[in-house]
């Protein structure tokens, strides 16, 4: 079962698991989107399958926020606010070794290898890079982890993971971007924890919020007043 998170007659926001897929791939497993349509058909009693556009996508294993349109025109419209950057995305990561500083603004060049389905970030821009910036402040402490709150202000490939490991922190979890040890359900500790825009209809500013996961470590943090999001 899908949890929803928001709802109306434009849009529909998710609560998506670190297991689902944001879309089709060649895995054959069935992807969010899919799940998301047939919760819509069952609901509204609509013949066929539901219209549902995708605005913006998650890693698979990462959990959190993900925002679909239910109408082609709330499509169109969201597509506007991503590429302009209108749309406030605010993270949540755990990782193992303290940041360089308690809060930054960092900036890398990042670009994708298609092969190894990875980005590298670079300090200075070379030559098929892409700009990538990010803000982090330490939110969290625990006996052996930092919990990290992230704004991005760029969406590229893999780029919180790229650049949080760039700094020395991976996320944890996260082998392709050098954390040691996976994490026993397969997810990276990295959650889409927020969204906020202008309703692409109605105008009016809606902000989404998912709750931190359930599971151990994430409970380490999931009372902490320093967590203002």
Not at 1 to 15: S, T
Not at 135 to 145: E, L, N, V
Not at 161 to 179: M, N
Request: aromatic share 8%; proline share 5%.
């Amino acid at each position: 079962m899908i949890e929803v998170l928001y709802e109306d007659n434009h849009l529909i926001a998710v609560n998506k698991r670190s297991s689902d897929l944001s879309q089709g791939d060649s895995s054959g497993d069935t992807p969010l989107d899919d799940q998301v349509k047939d919760y819509i058909s069952e609901k509204y009693g609509k013949p066929g399958r539901a219209f549902l556009g995708i605005a913006h996508r998650l890693d698979r294993p990462v959990g959190g926020v993900i925002l679909y349109a239910r109408t082609s025109k709330a499509l169109k419209r969201l597509n506007e606010l991503f590429q302009k950057r209108e749309v406030r995305k605010i993270y949540v990561a755990i990782v193992r070794e303290r940041p360089p500083k308690d809060e930054d603004t960092v900036v890398h060049f990042l670009k994708k290898n298609e092969q190894q389905n990875k980005s590298y970030a670079y300090d200075k821009e070379i030559k098929g890079s892409k700009r990538a910036s990010l803000t982090y402040r330490i939110a969290g402490r625990s006996d052996k982890y930092y919990l990290l709150e992230i704004e991005l202000h760029s969406g590229r490939h893999h780029q919180i993971r790229a650049q949080l490991s760039r700094i020395g922190c991976p996320v944890k979890g996260d082998l392709k971007y050098g954390y040691p040890r996976s994490n026993d359900d397969g997810s990276i500790s990295l959650f889409a924890r927020m969204l906020e825009f202008t309703h692409p209809v109605r105008q009016t500013k809606l902000t989404i919020r998912a709750p931190l996961p359930g599971s151990d470590v994430w409970k380490l943090f999931g009372s902490n007043p320093e967590i203002i999001w």
